[in-house]
């Protein structure tokens, strides 16, 4: 399935891949004021094969498919504090362990 890739200038790590170069036809227009104006990356051929950092193949070309459009969001920040408590709990159960 050929798309187009597009980022936004407004939302850091958020694209929107759309079946035809320029035509956001498809896309609701509450999502396009969100994501601001798009800026292309590339164009692409995607296929179940294809590889994503952060999408699935198969989840991109259903939505696209079904919705005329895919769009990808930024994972969801690390809470470093909630690990390093984790951590720390861990330690002190490994703690009680050893006497």
Same mark, same amino acid.
């Given at each position: 399935?050929?798309?187009?890739?597009? &980022?936004?200038?407004?939302?850091?790590?958020?694209?929107?891949?759309?079946? &035809?170069?320029?035509?956001?036809? $498809?896309? +609701?227009?509450?999502?396009?004021?969100?994501?601001? +104006?798009?800026?292309?990356?590339?164009? $692409? *051929?995607?296929?179940? !094969?294809?590889?994503?950092?952060?999408?699935?193949?198969? &989840?991109?070309?259903?939505?696209?498919?079904?919705?005329?459009?895919?769009?990808? $969001?930024?994972? +969801?920040?690390? *809470?470093?504090?909630?690990?390093?408590? *984790?951590?720390?709990?861990? !330690? !002190?159960? *490994?703690?009680?362990?050893?006497?």
């Amino acid at each position: 399935m050929l798309c187009a890739v597009y &980022k936004s200038i407004r939302k850091s790590q958020t694209y929107l891949f759309i079946p &035809k170069r320029d035509d956001f036809s $498809l896309v +609701p227009d509450g999502l396009l004021a969100q994501f601001g +104006p798009p800026q292309l990356v590339s164009v $692409l *051929n995607i296929n179940l !094969q294809t590889k994503f950092a952060l999408a699935d193949a198969a &989840k991109v070309i259903t939505a696209i498919t079904n919705n005329g459009y895919y769009l990808q $969001l930024p994972p +969801p920040p690390i *809470n470093y504090l909630q690990e390093h408590k *984790n951590w720390n709990a861990t !330690q !002190q159960g *490994n703690n009680h362990e050893i006497e």
